[in-house]
């Protein structure tokens, strides 16, 4: 069993940045892929990035690259997700989710864990 935790998330302005983080419990962390994916209101949820459990790749949805990025610090079991330039569009709940498998998906029905969710709110 693993259990996350996010946290990072708040009120910003239209062009700022925040950095969200999402701790792990259990010995296992280093061996599942993790994603962060985003729901607004009235939307599905929906990708945003995920890095296999060796940080050896990472992939994102095209309304966020290049402007986030996904890490992982395996020894701290803490995932992250830099989010710069941040947009209107971008206001959601935040969750982040573990994959047993490693591999990583766009899919959120593949991830296996999910935290219980952190607000971005982004203000024009």
């Known amino acids: 069993q693993v259990q996350l935790v996010e946290s990072g998330g708040g009120l910003v302005q239209a062009g700022g940045s925040l950095r969200l983080s999402c701790a792990a419990s259990?010995?296992?962390?280093?061996?599942?892929?993790m994603g962060w994916f985003r729901q607004a209101p009235g939307k599905e949820r929906e990708f945003v990035a995920a890095?296999?459990?060796?940080?050896?790749?990472?992939y994102y949805a095209d309304s966020v690259k290049g402007r986030f990025t996904i890490s992982r610090d395996n020894a701290k079991n803490t995932v992250y997700l830099q989010m710069n330039s941040l947009k209107p569009e971008d206001t959601a709940v935040y969750y982040c989710?573990?994959?047993?498998?490693?591999?990583?998906?766009?899919?959120?029905?593949?991830?296996?864990?999910w935290g219980q969710g952190t607000q971005v709110t982004v203000s024009s």
């Open positions: 890095i296999r459990w060796s940080g050896s790749s990472t």
């Open positions: 259990g010995r296992t962390f280093s061996s599942y892929a």
């Open positions: 989710a573990a994959d047993r498998s490693g591999s990583g998906s766009y899919y959120p029905m593949l991830y296996d864990y």
